[in-house]
């Protein structure tokens, strides 16, 4: 059975500088991978997936993830913070063989420092 | 536009008085889903639906009810709302392409906060 666990509930950069979030996945199968975003008071939107083509993923707003089989890791980056990044950051596995089609992390919020 | 709406967006209720929370969605997605958002724990899946009139409980289904009669409704029913039920709400949607692992994105509707007085 699938399982993500997003290594850090909280995150701190200043503005401008890089931004990494940290996923790693249990998965007995090729699984799909994604990354989605909550800004405050919102709902979540895609940022990027993976679906077994090319293991870099790049995605909107200038962020990217890769896709790490050896690792079991899909880590979320992006080289320079913007102010409007500040949001909750959820990372999503599926697999065949789940109980549910679909498994949340539990979130990273990140918070982007002037 | 394609989008999923949610009804209503704001809710206070008391404990026992049965309430809906309504999903559509109208891009024709076979695959629909309730999550709950708590401080803390994340998104934790409720119920889903593979398709019309499949249902299937999530990680968290104890006190809650769906059907899915039409392909674009997945409404969301509390019989007797506890406090413990007090959380965020999110209805998605989804195109399957029939394959058990899902590879297309999910849309949320905007969310329902619902407090049980």
């Known amino acids: 059975a699938q399982s993500v666990t997003q290594l850090d509930s909280h995150v701190s950069v200043s503005e401008g500088t890089p931004v990494l979030l940290r996923c790693n996945y249990s998965?007995?199968?090729?699984?799909?991978l994604f990354w989605y975003v909550q800004h405050p008071n919102k709902g979540l939107q895609l940022l990027l997936k993976y679906t077994s083509a090319a293991t870099l993923v790049k995605g909107i707003n200038g962020f990217e993830a890769e896709f790490k089989k050896s690792e079991t890791s899909f880590h979320l980056t992006k080289p320079s913070a913007h102010m409007s990044d500040a949001a909750e950051y959820f990372c999503?596995?599926?697999?065949?063989?789940?109980?549910?089609?679909?498994?949340f992390g539990k979130g990273t919020r990140l918070s982007v420092i002037a | 536009e394609a989008q999923v709406t949610q009804n209503p967006r704001y809710l206070i209720t008391v404990t026992g008085k049965k309430l809906t929370v309504t999903c559509s969605q109208n891009m024709n997605h076979e695959y629909m889903s309730w999550y709950r958002q708590d401080p803390g724990l994340g998104l934790r899946q409720i119920y889903y639906s593979m398709n019309v009139e499949v249902t299937d409980k999530g990680d968290v289904p104890e006190g809650y009810k769906v059907s899915r009669k039409e392909k674009r409704n997945f409404p969301l029913i509390l019989e007797s709302p506890s406090p413990n039920q007090t959380s965020l709400y999110f209805c998605a949607s989804s195109s399957t392409s029939g394959s058990l692992i899902f590879t297309d994105t999910q849309y949320f509707g905007p969310g329902t906060r619902l407090t049980v007085l």
């Open positions: 998965s007995s199968y090729s699984p799909s």
């Open positions: 999503v596995v599926s697999e065949a063989s789940g109980n549910t089609p679909l498994v």
